[in-house]
């Protein structure tokens, strides 16, 4: 007769029984019989039932999940406390043999090793198994009061000396918990876990300094981990030290796993234009419905990600940034966290490019993805550019630089060109952002003059004031000699800016003639050194200055003649056939200006092209 010894009810990890119920300490004798059970030696599984195969019959019944285990009660009461408690309370009794073991971990695999170690038989123990046996272990209640090498000591053993030693092993223990929560945590198995993870991968980076592509190998092992767990391991990895680039990379290759990539549709639609709107709308819908059911656990990932992103700027690049904003704007992250990314990006903006800021135009409504109405929404989110362009300018008046505007100019002049073909936005929002960036800003209007000219373009019904409204954002005297070539000649300008375009360019020539602006080659920073002159250059030089002061008289006389023109067309609005016979005579003589024949010989013409190269470029100076 053997004899249990009194043992503690077995507990949840919430602190309650399993079952629900409170047990008394079990304190009764097993009867034991007087041959002791000889053990299966083998099982044998009908349908949802299990059953061991030995001459003497199975007393007990044991249910996991939707199967049932014919077992005998001897071995599992020998060695599990819960079960021989469970198995003699009054309150069970009136089930007869039958036992049903709620929420057991690791379900009726796990518990079918448990039968074959009770009985006696081999359990074979690996990564893969053995974090669903310890908490099963515990979930029994095997330990050492009950038999010596019980299977709690031998499960602990098998974590400590054998998975924690080894990179892979750990990684497999860590995945295998996920599904068996909250037993793993409250056993510690995931905090072990996590902290050798970090401890190996901490000291892989410190050993090399860096990562690179041969020595990264443990960045993708990290990312097949739940969000929670990888969380865990980032933590512990930044709190030893880890540079601020290892844990940005670390973060940027979870999200590529994990997220979607939201440009993959638009990308493609780019090249359509916006009369394809509804093709773009359809591929965005149809992304909506894929992850309906997943957007409560892409948000997770996307908060927990943000939230730990390091503060250094360069720690992750501002594409990923912008990608991150994207995908949080679909999943409806909080307002709190879109505003960081923002200002995030506001920081980096110099670093972005024109498609990362095309930010399709969609809002939440009743708990999902829904597009504002054809009639009311632009093609992408102009507001979110303006307030990451506010974020940028703000930071850099607080630095008191100007490197990062002059960037950052081109990038928004761009920016505008790409919105410009969108029907649906307004005059009031392209001028706002657009006017947005201080005068100095730009150093040459080119780039914002082709965004105007777009809107024109894609807006043919705007009124003469709209379109005069329009251009009163560019600065004239800051385009190029071809600008305003193209100007002078574009039919879709207010003739008022036409005017304006050729008296700039006027003004400039002839302060070029007086001297007053220096001569400059290549690009408009940079200022060339004076290049060594012969006497028969400079004597050429200066007759080619004649020639160009005689055309020059000829172009003021015709501007003369333009402006009573335009005098005439305005008060009494009359079509332009006057203004444009005129604007052709001053493109021609233009060209024979800087093509006028010379029957000198070749070092002269040699000299007279250099002048000309001279001229052209000093003309795209502003």
């Known amino acids: 007769m053997k004899t249990s010894p009194q043992t503690s009810q077995p507990r949840s990890p919430a602190g309650s029984d399993t079952d629900g119920t409170d047990h008394q300490a079990y ?4 009867e034991v019989p007087n041959k002791l059970i000889v053990a299966a030696d083998s099982f044998e599984r009908k349908e949802l039932s299990w059953f061991a195969s030995t001459q003497i019959p199975t007393d007990l019944a044991i249910q996991v999940q939707d199967v049932i285990f014919n077992v005998h009660k001897y071995p ?29 971990p690791g379900g009726p695999d796990t518990f079918e090793m448990i039968l074959k170690f009770c009985y006696g038989l081999p359990a074979d123990l690996n990564p893969n198994n053995i974090a669903a046996l310890r908490c099963a272990s515990e979930y029994l209640e095997m330990t050492e009061e009950f038999e010596d090498g019980n299977l709690i000591s031998k499960t602990e053993s098998f974590l400590t000396f054998v998975v924690l030693a080894s990179w892979k092993d750990t990684i497999t223990v860590l995945k295998s918990c996920e599904t068996l929560s909250p037993w793993a945590e409250n056993l510690q198995i995931v905090r072990r876990c996590c902290d050798s993870i970090a401890y190996k991968a901490s000291r892989e980076s410190s050993s090399t300094g860096e990562i690179v592509s041969e020595e990264s190998w443990w960045l993708d092992d990290v990312a097949t981990l739940r969000i929670d767990h990888f969380m865990r391991i980032m933590t512990a990895i930044r709190a030893k030290g880890t540079k601020a680039e290892i844990i940005g990379k670390c973060i940027m290759n979870y999200a590529d796993k994990w997220l979607p990539d939201m440009d993959e549709g638009l990308e493609g639609l780019r090249g359509y ?24 656990d892409q948000r997770t990932i996307i908060e927990s990600l943000v939230s730990m992103l390091p503060p250094q700027n360069g720690a992750v690049s501002c594409k990923f940034l912008l990608q991150m904003l994207k995908t949080a704007m679909v999943y409806s992250a909080s307002p709190a966290l879109i505003s960081d990314l923002e200002k995030r990006i506001g920081l980096m903006l110099e670093d972005a490019n024109v498609l990362d800021l095309l930010i399709p135009n969609y809002k939440n409504e009743d708990q999902g993805i829904m597009l504002n109405s054809l009639e009311q929404r632009t093609m992408h989110n102009i507001d979110v550019v303006q307030r990451i362009l506010d974020y940028f300018l703000m930071h850099e008046q607080q630095q008191q630089q100007k490197i990062g505007k002059t960037v950052v100019s081109k990038l928004l002049d761009n920016y505008l060109a790409e919105i410009a073909r969108d029907p649906n936005l307004s005059i009031t929002k392209f001028q706002a952002l657009a006017e947005s960036l201080p005068e100095n800003a730009r150093s040459c209007d080119d780039g914002l003059y082709r965004a105007i000219d777009i809107y024109l373009k894609t807006h043919p019904s705007l009124s003469e ?23 002078a000649q574009n039919d879709r300008l207010p003739l008022r800016i036409v005017v304006q375009v050729l008296f700039s360019e006027q003004a400039k020539m002839r302060m070029v003639m007086q001297g007053k602006e220096p001569m400059t080659v290549g690009d408009n920073s940079e200022q060339d050194e004076p290049r060594p002159s012969t006497n028969t250059e400079i004597k050429n030089l ?11 008289t000829e172009l003021q006389n015709d501007y003369s003649d333009l402006q009573q023109e335009y005098e005439k067309i305005t008060s009494k609005h009359k079509n332009a056939s006057g203004w444009i016979v005129n604007w052709r005579k001053i493109k021609n003589s233009f060209h024979i200006m800087t093509e ?15 002048f000309r190269l001279s001229f052209r470029r000093r003309r795209s100076a502003s």
């Open 27 to 30: 304190d009764h004798n097993i």
């Open 76 to 104: 599992l009461v020998s060695r599990c406390g819960y079960i021989g408690q469970l198995e003699l309370q009054p309150s069970i009794s009136k089930f007869g043999h039958n036992l049903k073991l709620e929420k057991f």
């Open 273 to 296: 234009g916006f009369g394809k709107s509804e093709l773009q709308f359809s591929i965005l819908r149809r992304k909506e419905e894929e992850s309906a059911g997943q957007n409560k």
């Open 465 to 487: 004031h709209d379109r005069r409204r329009l251009c009163k954002i560019m600065n004239c005297e800051k385009l190029s000699f071809d600008a305003c070539m193209h100007a």
């Open 542 to 552: 200066r007759s080619e200055l004649e020639n160009v002061k005689t055309k020059m």
């Open 596 to 610: 006028s024949d010379d029957n000198g010989d070749g070092q002269q013409r040699q000299n007279r092209a250099a």
